[in-house]
């Protein structure tokens, strides 16, 4: 079973920041990573599937970058629609069972 | 646009059985797997199991037992039960599809259940 690991739990940062978001999977995992944002009462939303493609209408601050077992969100320059918290996600291939991390919380400094 | 609805009771007696229809519009469920995902307040995500259109399925194995899916096909809706619930099953549950490598994309908006008496 995979258990993802995200650190750290809460990022704090200024607008205009760069927030590196940091995920790691047990287990070799290849490409097989997403990330949600999820804002307070809101459901999660798809950002990138696959480590590294921008889900549709995504901005282009939005990055992942990784493979194996580490993982990383990058938010280039925070807005203020950015603070929120975000989830990385594995689906195995066969069976098909998901995880998810965490959560790591990016907060206004 | 494919999109997705929860819908059931708010409220759950423990000990009893939660049961959730998610209505998928916009588009076919005849495809894709189908997941429920819950989240107890202020924690993170839990999933609780998939069914696939064909009607397979599998769940999360800390729930196993307590759980099942179903699908609807002529109604475009699939089905969540959790028996014997306890307050620890208090949550927000969502149903979202599964494109496998592409994500889990759209959500529903979720629906909150309390097991409570």
Redesign the interface.
């Known amino acids: 079973?995979i258990v993802l690991t995200q650190s750290p739990a809460t990022l704090s940062l200024s607008p205009g920041e760069r927030a590196t978001l940091s995920c790691r999977a047990s287990h070799n995992i290849s490409t097989?990573l997403?990330w949600?944002q999820q804002k307070l009462g809101?459901?999660?939303?798809?950002l990138?599937?696959?480590t590294s493609n921008r889900?549709t209408g995504i901005s282009a601050r939005f990055s992942g970058s990784g493979s194996g077992t580490d993982f990383t969100l990058t938010i280039s320059s925070l807005e203020p629609g950015d603070f929120a918290v975000y989830?990385c996600?594995h689906?195995s291939s066969w069976?098909?069972?998901?995880?998810?991390?965490?959560?790591t919380k990016v907060e206004i400094k | 646009q494919v999109q997705l609805q929860e819908s059931g009771p708010g409220l759950v007696k423990p000990s009893e059985t939660l049961s959730l229809i998610c209505t998928v519009s916009g588009g076919s469920i005849n495809s894709y797997y189908w997941s429920w995902i819950r989240q107890p307040p202020g924690k993170g995500l839990e999933w609780i199991g998939y069914i696939y259109y064909s009607g397979s399925t599998n769940y999360n194995s800390s729930l196993k037992g307590r759980v099942s899916i179903s699908v609807d096909m002529s109604k475009n809706q699939f089905s969540l039960k959790l028996t014997s619930v306890t307050a620890s099953d208090t949550a927000v549950y969502y149903c979202a599809r599964d494109r496998g490598i592409l994500g889990i994309d759209p959500w529903g908006q979720g629906t909150l259940v309390t097991v409570s008496s």
């Open positions: 079973e097989y997403s949600y809101q459901a999660p939303r798809l990138i599937y696959d889900a989830y996600h689906r069976p098909p069972v998901l995880a998810f991390g965490g959560g």
